[in-house]
Nanobody, 127 residues
Framework: QVQLVESGGGLVQAGGSLSLSCAAS????????MGWFRQAPGKEREFVCA????????YYADSVKGRFTISRDNAKNTVYLQMNNLKAEETAVYYC????????????????????WGQGTQVTVSS
């Protein structure tokens, strides 16, 4: 059974930092890319960033470039999201997901392109 389990969410002040983790299990993900999405209250889920398990390029939404960093630890089957200089409007449930929609520098950014999802972790940024 495939499982993606996020952790690390919590409450942080605006301008602060938070690191999320996503532990993957249940299958081999070597041919997948991992993405992070977020969903704020009353809004649609939006793409944040993605990278391959095999390494190479990363891809970020414009809104988080320069502040968020996605990374992975293949030995631990874990993907991370380091978030710096957080803004109040980035309060959301953050999800990790796995996709086969990736090639070269292209990564899928739509929900339907992702096969597996975690349950999400709440990030609250106070102003």
């Amino acid at each position: 059974q495939v499982q993606l389990v996020e952790s690390g969410g919590g409450l942080v002040q605006a301008g602060g930092s938070l690191s999320l983790s996503c532990a993957a299990s249940g299958r081999t993900f070597s041919d997948y890319a991992m993405g992070w999405f977020r969903q704020a209250p009353g809004k649609e889920r939006e793409f944040v960033c993605a990278m391959r398990w095999s390494g190479g390029s990363t891809y970020y939404a414009d809104s988080v470039k320069g502040r968020f960093t996605i990374s992975r630890d293949n030995a631990k089957n874990t993907v991370y999201l380091q978030m710096n200089n957080l803004k109040a409007e980035e309060t959301a449930v953050y999800y990790c997901a796995a996709t086969r929609y990736h090639s070269g520098s292209y990564y899928g950014t739509r929900e339907y392109q992702y096969d597996y999802w975690g349950q999400g972790t709440q990030v609250t940024v106070s102003s």
